[in-house]
């Protein structure tokens, strides 16, 4: 079964300063979708980003960017220039196709510190 | 905003009633899912649709059932609440063209 691993159950950063969460997953699938959300206190689940496996370049929206290493299965998000906006609840998600399930980890509860 | 919506958002209920909880979208995605999300858990899936009347079971479904008689609803049954299911439950929607799921606003389901 797959499995979605989030090891930093909370992390705080500097505001302005750089922060990297880490996921990792367990699959034996080649193809597949990967995904970062954040959920903010008012418990809305909002898609930061999304990696496609066979995709090797790795995906970036603004300030937040991934690390996708499929033969480590290691995804990564990075969050460049930390707002205090940026505090929530970080989810790492997998999903085999678009057909299936989507998987979560367990999360990473990030502090923005002023 | 994806058209979902759930309802109740805030339910409070005694131990071994009924609860429905219904998830509601005007998007026409052919997948709905129900998760619930508890500390320490992030969200777990309990069940999920791949159609009407089409449904199969999650990670923990054990004491929820759920039915899909609609495209556009997708509800979710406590046969008989218990303490352990005091969580928050999110729907979550679809497309074929999509790859990412849709969410819901969320119901707080309270039972004493």
């Known amino acids: 079964a797959q499995t979605v691993t989030q090891s930093q159950p909370e992390m705080s950063v500097q505001e302005a300063e750089t922060v990297t969460l880490s996921c990792t997953y367990d699959t034996s699938e080649s193809d597949y979708y990967l995904f970062w959300y954040k959920q903010p206190p008012s418990r809305q689940m909002i898609l930061v980003i999304r990696?496609?496996?066979?995709?090797?370049q790795n995906a970036t929206e603004n300030r937040f960017s991934v690390n996708f290493q499929k033969a480590a299965k290691s995804f990564s998000l990075k969050i460049s220039d930390s707002q205090l906006g940026d505090a929530a609840m970080y989810f790492c998600?997998?999903?085999?196709?678009?057909?299936?399930?989507?998987?979560f980890g367990k999360g990473t509860r990030l502090h923005i510190l002023p | 905003d994806a058209g979902i919506t759930q309802s109740p958002r805030h339910k409070v209920t005694e131990t071994g009633t009924p609860v429905t909880l219904r998830c509601h979208q005007t998007?026409?995605?052919?997948?709905m899912y129900w998760y619930r999300q508890d500390p320490g858990h992030g969200l777990r899936l309990i069940h999920y649709s791949y159609g009407v009347k089409d449904t199969d079971k999650g990670e923990v479904s054990d004491g929820y059932s759920v039915s899909r008689s609609k495209t556009e609803d997708f509800l979710l049954t406590l046969e008989s609440a218990t303490s352990s299911q005091t969580s928050v439950y999110f729907c979550?929607?679809?497309?074929?063209?999509?790859?990412?799921?849709?969410f819901g606003q969320g119901t707080r389901l309270t039972v004493v």
């Open positions: 998600a997998y999903s085999m196709n678009r057909d299936d399930k989507i998987i």
């Open positions: 990696q496609e496996a066979y995709k090797q």
């Open positions: 979550a929607i679809r497309g074929r063209k999509n790859t990412e799921a849709f």
């Open positions: 998007e026409n995605h052919r997948y």
